[in-house]
Structures are given as C-alpha cells and as structure tokens.
C-alpha cells in the first residue's frame, strides 16, 4: 500500500512558521556566543595593552636598536604573556655558555625596565633554544638549560630581580622559529616570557 502524500495547499502553515522561528533563534544563539567570545577575548587583550606597551617603551629608551630583543608573536601563548626572543650572538660568548660583555649590558637594562614596571607582571620564563634538532643528532639540552640558567642569574644576581618570581626551561632546538631556515643561526636564543597581572596598574584603561 503507498503512502499518500499530502499536496503542498495541505500544509500547515503554523508548523512551518515554527519551523521557521526556531531555525532563527538557533542562529541568533550562536551569533551571540560567537560575538561574546570575540569580545571576551579582546576585553582580556585590553586589560594587558598598556601595561605591555609600557614595558615595550620602556625596552626602547634603554637598549639600543641593535641590541633590543624582538617579540616573538607567533606562539599560542595565554591573553596577558609577552614572549621576548634574545639571539644567544647577542647575549653570549661565541660557543660558550657564558654572557659577553654586551650580553651583561643587554640584560641590566632589560631587568632595569622590569623593576621600574614591577607590579604590572608577576612571573618571568626563560627559556633556552639551540638549533633546531635534525635527523639522526641529539637534543642539545644540557647548552640551552646552562644558558637560560646563566640569564637567568644574571637578572638575580646583579639584575635586582628576585628569584621566586623566575623559572628557567632548557628546550633544545625542539621549537624552531617560523620563517627561517632550519640552519639559520638566529634559532639559537633565549626566550624571555612575561606573565603580567591580572589587574591593571594605575592610569590603565577600566
């Protein structure tokens, strides 16, 4: 026996009208959701920015031009962080583990910009790279762990840093950067990670 189909004059309109209206208020739902995670995103962003470009200034009145660390945006870290790349050429005695003379003046002016902004972050990563690790070589970790370690008393040391607020990671050549090429010299560097605060110093945007 077949089914009888039911002509188009047949059917209710009120069951298409609802129909209708639920598929509109499920799309409104998620264009809500989606504006308000867009929104929460950027108001967490603005809650950092003036503390960030004050320490980013404050990088640029005290290092010179060639020797200023650059930062490295291409990493997934968390709203609030800034992640700043020193080439180990800049900090580092050729083949060695310890800071050159210049390395030593790069890092006091950078910790001299941490004290006077003390207050707008809470927790520093430093973390060691070398180049990347091909195949069939090993990991130089023990080169990245003793160089991140030796910034790392530095800002301690003579830096005026307390040491509770620094951790240090030796991440050999695991995480190369985007856009060079896997032999590029540049791979091999100290990362500084700023974690600032969840309040925003005085004079910030509410």
Known sequence: MSRRTLPADDLNPYVALTDTTLNVILVMVFV??????????????LRYQDAQTAFQEALKDRIPA??????NRGKNDPVGTQRW???NTALFKPGSV??????????????????ENRGTWRRIRIEGHTLPTLNRTSDRWEDA???????ARFLVTQGGIEPYFIATAGRGGQNPLPDLKLTAPDHARIEIVLEYTNSAPAGARP
């Open 145 to 151: 762990t003793n160089r991140a370690a030796a910034a």
């Open 66 to 71: 060639a020797r200023r660390p650059v930062l």
């Open 98 to 115: 310890n800071l050159s003379p210049g390395g030593r003046a790069t890092l006091g002016q950078f910790a001299q910009a941490l004290r």
């Open 85 to 87: 790349v020193f080439t």
């Open 32 to 45: 809500v959701a989606a504006l308000t995670a867009l929104t929460r995103v950027n108001w967490e962003n």
